[in-house]
């Protein structure tokens, strides 16, 4: 513990050195033939552990304690500190673990500030691969000199990587949370200047999609004291969020203006964070949102009298293609569907036969498969049957007339529906949008998505509606689930496959 409380008071007084630094001359290299070589860590025994246990130890401990942020669409970029991990290590792994730990990236674009060497674009790391304690993390070498070679403003200049940590800090909580290989671009922003940072968006928005990772590395406010620093910082972050790169420049000039003592800069990394709101500028489906926030107060080492401030925002993007609820039936669609159940109650319970069912008129929606989940209420409001189906092979206006006679004859919860009931039941239908795959309860959002879970061959659902009944938490409403529907266990849900989808639930107590 005495040699970590040195490292953490040697990183708390190291000054953001770029602003003093002299231009060096250098070359663009990418037409020039050299040796390829590992990058290998500099940091590692000062920043963070260079035994690869004692790292491990360390980031398991940042990931049990991170918070898990509620969000939908898919992460597309993240901002994260790059200090010495007892200072920042928690709010860089509430970054990470956002991610889904099994999906595959094609690549991890890393994106960090130089600290002491003067650029007028930046450097790209295209000669080998990253190491660091936990192994080695292979670079895109093709696509850096590529890069290098379509643009001038990018070039590798060694100096600007030999030293710098802005990068190799995150590469261990990348190693640490992703279960899948992937493949990283390091880049180096060595520019002060916000058009250059529209340069380098424009040269790197073609790679901003989903498959790829955009990690953008950067602390906050530099030295001043505790409380100006958390007013600082906030101003800041409400900057980021709002995905505006003016508004950014103006807070801080602001922040600048306002005079708060030995406030050296509000970010340290804000070119690259300029660069990414450039790229995303204008983009009503990319959405930014702030995860956690301290500073080096916060943490058993750091001093009130002088600390720097760290933050964790992630960037999501919506995804395309899904149906729209609200678009997906129109009013006739839903009058139809419920005079189906309506008549196939009567003329099943009270006559022993099917109703023929009159298809002229009927949209393209009802005539195409898809589930639903047919409901059965007392006038009370108590539940008198409730069955459906997912992956129907008819169309949904069967499906309806079937799932109607499954929830008043085959619900085990409750005896047969009888003849003098059927009059007095309300019926409520939901029609679901198709099941989508997710790999972490981060993809689910609670009181919109109904959950599916299937272990060992037993299954079960609670359909989004479940949610506002109940008033459960995310987790309570998972694990009553996978134990009271699905059989698994309170916990099964946490290795069972997940199954989200959406409904549009409509009644006769609402339509009629």
């Known amino acids: 513990m005495n040699q970590i409380l040195k490292i953490g008071i040697f990183l708390l007084i190291q000054v953001f050195t770029v602003t003093s630094c002299n231009s060096q001359n250098r070359t663009k290299m990418n ?48 901002i994260s500190p790059h200090a010495g991990y007892v200072f920042s290590g928690q709010v860089a792994a509430a970054s990470y673990k956002q991610l889904d730990r099994t999906h595959h990236f094609d690549h991890v674009f890393l994106i960090g500030p130089s600290h002491y060497v003067r650029l007028k674009g930046a450097s790209i790391y295209n000669i080998g691969n990253y190491e660091t304690p936990l192994g080695e993390v292979k670079v895109d070498t093709a696509l850096a000199s590529q890069l290098i070679e379509d643009h001038s403003f990018f070039e590798f200049y060694p100096a600007a990587h030999s030293q710098e940590h802005s990068l190799e800090v995150q590469l261990p909580f990348l190693q640490y949370w992703l279960k899948e290989d992937f493949q990283v671009v390091p880049i180096v922003i060595g520019s002060q200047d916000p058009a250059m940072a529209k340069k380098i968006a424009k040269a790197l928005k073609p790679y901003f999609k989903q498959g790829n990772l955009f990690v953008i590395s950067t602390d906050l406010s530099h ?46 990394g804000w070119p690259g964070v300029l660069t990414l709101l450039d790229i995303t500028e204008g983009r009503k489906d990319i959405h930014y949102q702030k995860v956690l926030y301290m500073n080096s107060g916060d943490t058993q080492y750091g001093d009130h009298r002088r600390v720097v401030g760290y933050g964790s925002v992630v960037v999501t993007q919506e995804t395309a293609g899904e ?109 679901l949008t198709p099941l989508k795959r997710i790999h972490s309860i981060n993809e689910f959002k609670l009181g919109r998505d109904g959950i599916y879970m299937i272990k060992n061959g037993r299954s ?47 009644s006769e107590k609402e339509m009629l």
Request: charged share 25%.
């Open 460 to 506: 079960g659902t609670f359909l989004p509606q479940v949610a506002d009944d109940t008033h459960w938490s995310k987790e309570e409403f998972l694990g009553h689930c996978a134990r009271d529907k699905a059989g698994i266990g309170w916990d099964g849900w946490k290795d069972a496959e997940l199954y989200t989808y959406q409904a549009i639930v409509f």
């Open 323 to 431: 149906p729209n609820p609200k678009e997906y039936l129109s009013r006739e669609d839903k009058m139809n569907l419920l005079r189906i159940a309506r008549r196939t109650l009567e003329e099943k319970i009270k006559h022993h036969r099917l109703p023929d069912i009159d298809t002229t008129g009927f949209s393209k929606t009802l005539l195409e498969p898809a589930g639903a989940f047919v409901t059965l209420h007392t006038q009370t409001g108590q539940l008198r049957g409730c069955i459906g189906r997912f992956q129907p092979n008819e169309p949904l206006y069967l499906v309806v007339r079937d799932m109607a006679i499954a929830a008043a004859l085959q619900d085990y919860r409750f005896p047969p529906v009888t003849p003098d009931e059927v009059d007095d039941l309300d019926i409520e239908i939901s029609v």
């Open 31 to 78: 037409g020039q033939s050299h040796t390829m070589h590992n990058r290998q860590p500099v940091v590692a025994g000062s920043f963070y552990p260079s035994d690869p246990s004692e790292l491990e130890a360390m980031l398991q401990g940042f990931f049990d304690k991170a918070p898990v942020a509620e969000h939908s669409g898919t992460i597309v970029a993240l």
């Open 223 to 268: 030295y001043p004291t505790y409380n100006h620093a958390k007013i600082a910082d906030e101003h800041t972050l409400e900057a980021v969020v709002s995905g505006e790169p003016k508004r950014l420049l103006h807070v801080l000039r602001e922040n600048e203006e306002r005079g708060y003592p030995n406030l050296l800069t509000s970010m340290c």
